[in-house]
Protein backbone atom coordinates (compact mmCIF):
# COMPACT_ATOMS: atom_id res chain seq x y z
CA UNK A 1 0.00 0.00 0.00
CA UNK A 2 2.02 3.16 -1.06
CA UNK A 3 0.40 6.49 0.77
CA UNK A 4 0.64 9.68 -0.66
CA UNK A 5 2.53 12.61 1.43
CA UNK A 6 2.11 15.80 0.89
CA UNK A 7 4.92 18.50 1.65
CA UNK A 8 3.70 22.44 2.38
CA UNK A 9 6.29 24.93 1.19
CA UNK A 10 7.63 27.38 3.46
CA UNK A 11 7.97 30.95 3.24
CA UNK A 12 10.70 33.08 3.12
CA UNK A 13 11.03 34.15 7.04
CA UNK A 14 12.80 32.40 9.56
CA UNK A 15 10.81 32.77 12.16
CA UNK A 16 6.78 31.65 12.17
CA UNK A 17 4.04 33.98 13.84
CA UNK A 18 1.18 32.17 14.83
CA UNK A 19 -2.65 33.83 14.86
CA UNK A 20 -3.89 34.00 18.85
CA UNK A 21 -7.57 33.36 17.68
CA UNK A 22 -9.13 30.50 19.30
CA UNK A 23 -10.15 28.28 16.54
CA UNK A 24 -7.24 29.48 13.92
CA UNK A 25 -4.34 27.58 13.04
CA UNK A 26 -3.05 30.09 10.88
CA UNK A 27 0.62 30.20 10.77
CA UNK A 28 3.40 32.07 8.72
CA UNK A 29 5.88 29.25 8.46
CA UNK A 30 3.33 27.62 5.26
CA UNK A 31 1.61 30.57 4.37
CA UNK A 32 2.75 33.86 3.01
CA UNK A 33 -0.70 35.59 2.05
CA UNK A 34 -1.71 36.18 5.43
CA UNK A 35 -0.43 39.05 7.30
CA UNK A 36 0.15 39.02 11.19
CA UNK A 37 -0.92 41.58 13.23
CA UNK A 38 0.16 42.96 16.99
CA UNK A 39 -1.93 44.45 19.45
CA UNK A 40 -2.41 47.22 19.32
CA UNK A 41 -1.02 50.20 22.14
CA UNK A 42 -3.99 51.98 23.39
CA UNK A 43 -5.78 50.69 25.85
CA UNK A 44 -9.26 50.75 24.30
CA UNK A 45 -8.80 49.34 20.83
CA UNK A 46 -6.91 46.50 22.81
CA UNK A 47 -9.35 45.52 25.21
CA UNK A 48 -12.04 45.59 22.14
CA UNK A 49 -9.61 43.05 20.23
CA UNK A 50 -9.24 41.05 23.21
CA UNK A 51 -13.19 40.66 24.17
CA UNK A 52 -13.77 40.50 20.06
CA UNK A 53 -11.31 37.38 19.91
CA UNK A 54 -13.07 35.92 23.57
CA UNK A 55 -9.90 35.64 25.06
CA UNK A 56 -10.74 37.14 28.70
CA UNK A 57 -7.69 37.51 31.33
CA UNK A 58 -5.73 37.22 28.17
CA UNK A 59 -1.54 38.28 28.56
CA UNK A 60 -0.82 39.84 25.52
CA UNK A 61 3.17 39.81 24.81
CA UNK A 62 4.83 42.11 22.17
CA UNK A 63 4.98 38.52 20.24
CA UNK A 64 1.07 37.75 20.18
CA UNK A 65 -0.58 38.23 16.29
CA UNK A 66 -4.13 38.37 14.92
CA UNK A 67 -3.77 37.30 11.64
CA UNK A 68 -5.18 39.13 8.27
CA UNK A 69 -8.24 36.40 8.31
CA UNK A 70 -9.95 38.06 10.67
CA UNK A 71 -10.58 41.55 9.15
CA UNK A 72 -12.90 42.96 7.16
CA UNK A 73 -11.33 43.43 3.26
CA UNK A 74 -11.80 47.05 4.50
CA UNK A 75 -9.96 46.66 7.27
CA UNK A 76 -6.83 45.73 5.66
CA UNK A 77 -4.69 48.17 3.50
CA UNK A 78 -2.45 46.51 1.14
CA UNK A 79 1.11 47.54 0.31
CA UNK A 80 2.22 50.14 -2.13
CA UNK A 81 5.31 48.46 -2.72
CA UNK A 82 6.60 45.27 -3.00
CA UNK A 83 8.80 45.49 0.18
CA UNK A 84 6.38 47.27 2.41
CA UNK A 85 4.36 45.83 4.71
CA UNK A 86 0.11 45.12 4.92
CA UNK A 87 -1.33 47.35 7.36
CA UNK A 88 -4.54 47.40 9.64
CA UNK A 89 -6.62 50.55 8.98
CA UNK A 90 -6.70 52.70 12.53
CA UNK A 91 -9.06 51.42 15.05
CA UNK A 92 -9.43 48.75 13.24
CA UNK A 93 -11.14 45.52 15.09
CA UNK A 94 -11.07 41.66 14.50
CA UNK A 95 -14.73 40.65 13.57
CA UNK A 96 -14.16 37.06 11.31
CA UNK A 97 -14.16 34.33 13.43
CA UNK A 98 -15.41 30.61 13.16
CA UNK A 99 -18.31 30.96 15.64
CA UNK A 100 -19.63 34.19 13.32
CA UNK A 101 -20.38 31.65 10.58
CA UNK A 102 -16.18 32.61 8.83
CA UNK A 103 -15.03 30.11 7.27
CA UNK A 104 -12.45 30.87 4.42
CA UNK A 105 -10.35 33.60 3.37
CA UNK A 106 -11.10 36.23 0.63
CA UNK A 107 -9.39 34.57 -2.84
CA UNK A 108 -6.01 35.99 -3.23
CA UNK A 109 -7.48 37.94 -6.36
CA UNK A 110 -9.83 39.71 -4.46
CA UNK A 111 -7.24 40.85 -1.96
CA UNK A 112 -5.09 41.99 -4.54
CA UNK A 113 -8.34 44.05 -6.17
CA UNK A 114 -9.00 45.48 -3.06
CA UNK A 115 -7.37 49.84 -2.79
CA UNK A 116 -4.64 50.84 -0.67
CA UNK A 117 -5.70 52.72 1.80
CA UNK A 118 -2.92 53.62 4.29
Not at 44 to 66: G, L, M, Q, Y
Not at 81 to 99: D, H, N, Q, Y
Request: charged content about 20%.
Amino acid sequence: MSGKSYRFQRTISSTAEHCCVPLCAASSKYNSALSFHTFPKDFETRRKWISAIRRDHFAVSPHTRVCSRHFTSEDVCEPLSATARRLLRKGAVPALFEWNNFSLPLSRQHILMSPACC
